[in-house]
């Protein structure tokens, strides 16, 4: 395989860090499993929405009486048709959100606030008959003026998206209103002391832009509003438990009205936390004469109207001492939040410096609403545009004293004890492994790797470099219920309700098998509907493997206990006198497999069921190191990545081979927002690339294979060490580029995405 | 619209299907023929997710209108596997992890079979280059890589019937 473990203690397991195929494999191979789009209900309908071709416009008035007399239309609906609620925040993944924006996000009242917000919807018997209907809509509109630009709508002249949206500066709310609606500060020591006691001082501007998560399989939603009033959802989300709440507040129904069967998913990476279509499909389905609906975006859509991550401009500086003592650091953060408050911004001020041990801070955190898109949460949420910040300013720093940029990094490096910028102390953590393995990795003493634009390496104009930068993810615990129930033959019936979205089945399943003491095969797990299992939060936030693996823990050593009991019973001794080792019990020489015992479980006191749910604030946070090799063509702007390694503090890899998978998946989505992702909109704030042709992610033609080192620092708050490990990788990437770029080139990019057109434009070429 | 009938060979068998002219491939597989293995991710040919073979040729079924299939032979995702299980290409897919949500998977699984029975003995690079029409978003493709290599050695050693 392409990675290598290191790891601090190697206690024997059987089952933890194996890698078995996953449960779900054959079906996910051979094109039975069923996403969200896949599910066929009979008498269905089709839903399409009609959205704003305005960024910013009041809404006069729509005429739906066209659409409503063509044959085969069933159902048309329009803000008016829903309830509107109060403002009233809830939990979404690993943040919150106000319900009323979210309302007014599925579908406009009043204003429209970017272009694709939806206006209307129509269910009809085929797909291309509700599309035909969407034409017959009359929708009259007033456009508004349009603020795109963070910096341009954080100004008190710029044209306000609500006109009731106060700052909250602090926790004081201003008297006028404006487009930013929070200012948080952290702060410690004295930073303009520090600057000015400082031997070197780098102070820089980033740029970066809104960017989707990218996930291939669009938003979709079926629901059936039956004439008993129960409401059946069928969608691909990672909070099932979280939906199932906004959609019943987004109704005005209670949520035990409202069952929620979570499909396989393709792909979310944040982006499906929260609700878009559902509500539509939920409305269509009623007034259509409770027919099931179905809704599903086509690419536009998910790239125009739904959640990708804020676009941001960010200041840094950053003194060091002689010694190479990082001293002071600042940051100035400003992110777009889009067309309602609840950037990421607070979660990028707690990453940006994180890695380090530094004395005097001061960050500062804008969220400003723009006429974009409501910003989601896409992978470590704001890290990646705050990393990129603050590591291009920390290898600058390392050139200027003339360290070594992982050597100033190690130097710095956080350790257990040391406080967190914005407040907590760390645990145990493992960023200085991680970076001592990256530095020990041979890529970091191999020559540069050969170049690909330019194999005989003879043109001038090919300049190859290395660059390295740090990451971090505060990761997350979460709530997870889960049952087990023992089977005649042994196995067990493992049923969960956090969506399995890179191979979580094999790794909830896997901590099972090593707690009880059965095979991985013995394990069957299920992902189940919300009211088939107990409340799990979102599967994000790096939490599944950790929150519902502790459960699955938990659960084998309930089952376990069952067993001592029955075997106790059947051999006339007390339980605690009984062994137990590798599922095999044994007492006084009597000696039975959990097999047996299972096959006798009538016979001593009927089935054998554990249930449970479990909650931890014992995360531990997550860290990784970069190196990238990669080389520019300074004639056309085109950047190849040549060589890249990846070292993370991954806790304990359950089953490596999807652990590497997520250090290599948030690399090739890192390298996609350093070097080509970006959402491009016209002055009025059309969107101009809302396709996978003009909103390029990476190939596999883009990318070298991609190595990972997994260090494994166990996490002391998890029975085997368990660390999130998804999120993280996202973290370094753009950093790395850009002062991979540097060191080849000489021109430091401050601007994200580093295009072509923009690496000529800082060689002086255009 | 008036409709019209079409008749092809889909995963080797005889299918008749009714559509309107204006209807995609993708379309007839996933709503009249209830093939929904073959997936949709961007409508507009750019993501590969709804890959099929039409005739030996690897094509986006959602840029083949579905009366343009009649009298060819039409491979799907769940035509890949044969009579006695997994094809190599879907058990080294298992073995090299080489999924992480799954919803590329179909694409990537007859966009290998196409490239490997078109070059069975691909270098990297080639495989790199004829997969760069199939997006994913999950693995970085490494361990996709990976996973076709695997399969071409063997299918060198024992070639799939």
């Known amino acids: 395989m392409s990675g290598e473990n290191q790891s601090v203690e190697q206690p024997t397991y059987r089952v933890v860090g194996t890698r078995p195929i996953r449960p779900d494999g054959v079906d ?90 939806a206006v209307a919807a129509v269910a009809a ?14 929708v009259e509109y007033e456009p508004l003026p349009v603020v795109l630009d963070v910096l341009e709508a954080m100004r008190p002249d710029a044209p306000l998206l609500h006109e ?43 740029r970066t832009s809104m960017v989707h998560q990218g996930y291939i399989e669009p938003q979709n939603g079926t629901v059936l509003w039956n004439a008993d009033g129960q409401i059946s959802v069928w969608c691909s989300t990672q909070a099932p438990f979280d939906e199932r709440s906004q959609i019943a507040e987004i109704l005005d129904v209670p949520v035990s009205k409202i069952k929620l069967t979570p499909a396989e998913i393709g792909g979310g990476f944040g982006g499906k936390l929260s609700v878009y279509l559902e509500p539509l499909a939920a409305m269509l389905s009623k007034k259509a004469g409770h027919k099931p609906v179905q809704m599903v975006m086509n690419r536009a859509e998910v790239l125009a109207a739904t959640g990708p991550t804020s676009g941001s401009c960010i200041r840094v500086k950053m003194g060091a001492d002689r010694n190479g003592c990082i001293v002071a650091a600042q940051a100035w953060m400003a992110y777009e939040a889009g067309a309602f408050p609840g ?35 896409y992978r470590a949420p704001g890290g990646t545009n705050a990393a990129f910040a603050s590591e291009s300013v920390i290898d600058e720093l390392a050139e200027q004293l003339g360290i070594d940029p992982l050597e100033f990094r190690i130097l710095n490096g956080a350790k257990e004890g040391d406080r967190r910028a914005d407040g907590p102390v760390y645990r145990r953590i493992g960023f200085i492994e991680a970076a001592q393995a990256a530095q020990a990795h041979p890529h970091y003493s191999a020559p540069l790797a050969p170049s690909r634009l330019d194999p005989t390496g003879k043109n001038p104009a090919i300049k190859r470099g290395r660059g390295v930068a740090a990451g971090f993810w505060f990761n997350w615990g979460g709530k997870s219920s889960a049952w087990a129930s023992l089977n005649p033959d042994g196995t067990v019936s493992l049923i969960e309700g956090s969506p399995d979205i890179g191979g979580s089945r094999a790794s909830i399943a896997m901590q099972l098998a090593e707690s009880l003491g059965v095979r991985f095969e013995d394990v069957k797990p299920a992902v189940v509907d919300t009211d088939s299992v107990g409340y799990n ?23 376990k206990q069952q067993l001592k009991e029955r075997a106790a019973l059947l051999w006339d001794v007390s339980p605690e006198q009984v062994q137990v080792e590798a599922g095999m019990f044994s007492c006084n020489g009597h000696r039975i497999t959990i097999q047996e015992l299972a096959a006798k479980m009538h016979e001593t006191g009927g089935p054998i069921v554990a249930g449970d749910t479990f909650e ?66 016209d002055a009025d704030g059309h969107l101009l690339n809302a396709s996978f042709l003009d909103y390029r992610i990476p190939t596999a033609l883009d990318l070298p294979m991609i190595d990972t080192v997994l260090v494994e620092v166990p996490n002391p708050g998890h029975p085997y060490g368990v660390r999130g490990v998804g999120e993280t990788p996202i ?28 690496i000529l434009e800082a060689l002086g070429k255009v | 619209m008036s409709k019209t009938l079409v008749q092809a060979r889909i995963n080797g068998e005889e299918v008749a299907f009714v559509c309107e002219p204006n209807q995609t491939l993708l379309e007839v597989l996933r709503n009249t023929l209830g093939l929904t293995g073959t997936k949709e991710g961007c409508s507009n040919g750019n993501c590969g997710a709804c890959n099929v073979i039409l005739d030996g040729v690897l094509v986006n079924s959602c840029l083949v209108l579905a009366v343009e299939v009649a009298g060819k032979s039409v491979t799907t995702v769940e035509g890949i596997a044969g009579p006695n299980g997994l094809h190599p290409i879907q058990q080294k897919f298992l073995e090299h992890a080489a999924l992480q949500c799954g919803i590329c998977t179909p694409g990537f699984i007859v966009a290998a079979k196409a490239l490997l029975d078109h070059n069975p003995h691909p270098t990297e690079e080639e495989a790199r280059r004829w997969l760069a029409g199939n997006l994913c978003r999950c693995t970085g493709y490494d361990k996709i890589v990976r996973a076709v290599l695997a399969a071409a050695e063997v299918l060198q050693a024992a070639p799939a019937t």
Request: glycine letters at 10%; one cysteine or more; charged letters at 20%.
């Open chain 1, 28 to 117: 996910k191979v051979t094109g039975r499993a069923i996403f969200g789009a896949d599910v066929r209900l009979s008498g269905m309908l089709y839903g399409r929405v009609l959205r704003s071709p305005h960024a910013h416009a009041r809404i006069k008035s729509i005429d739906t009486s066209a659409a409503e007399a063509l044959p085969g239309v069933k159902a048309v609906i329009t803000g008016r048709d829903f309830p509107d609620p109060q403002n009233k925040v809830a939990a979404s993944g690993e943040g919150t959100v106000n319900l009323r924006s979210l309302a007014h996000n599925c579908i406009a009242r009043d204003k429209v606030l970017y272009f694709g917000h």
């Open chain 1, 125 to 138: 018997t085929t797909p291309n008959l509700a599309e035909e209907a969407l034409k017959l809509i009359r």
């Open chain 1, 164 to 206: 009731d949206l106060r700052t909250n500066e602090m926790g004081q709310r201003s008297e006028r209103p404006s487009n930013v609606a929070n200012h948080t500060r952290h702060e410690r020591g004295d930073v303009e002391k520090a600057f000015a006691e400082a031997a070197v001082v780098v102070e820089r501007e980033f």
């Open chain 1, 343 to 377: 950037s990421p911004v607070d979660a990028g001020a707690g990453v940006i410096f994180a890695p380090y041990r530094i004395p005097n801070v001061r960050i500062d955190a804008y969220d400003v609403v723009v006429n974009k898109p409501r910003a989601g949460a």
């Open chain 1, 537 to 559: 939060d979102a599967t994000g936030g790096s939490r599944v493997t950790f929150g519902t693996g502790w459960v699955a823990y938990r659960l084998g050593q309930k089952l």
């Open chain 1, 616 to 681: 931890s604030e014992e995360y531990g946070p997550g860290f990784g190191v970069h190196i990238v090799d990669l080389e520019v063509d300074t004639e056309t702007g085109k950047v190849q990545i040549l060589r890249y390694t990846a070292a993370q503090d991954v806790g304990r890899a359950i089953h490596p081979s999807y652990v590497e998978g997520q250090l290599q998946g948030g690399v090739a989505q890192g390298i996609g927002w350093a070097l080509n992702e970006e959402y491009v909109y």
């Open chain 1, 731 to 758: 973290v370094p990437p753009a950093g790395a580029v850009a002062n991979a770029i540097y060191h080849a080139t000489g021109v430091r990019m401050t601007t994200l995405p580093m295009s072509p057109a923009r």
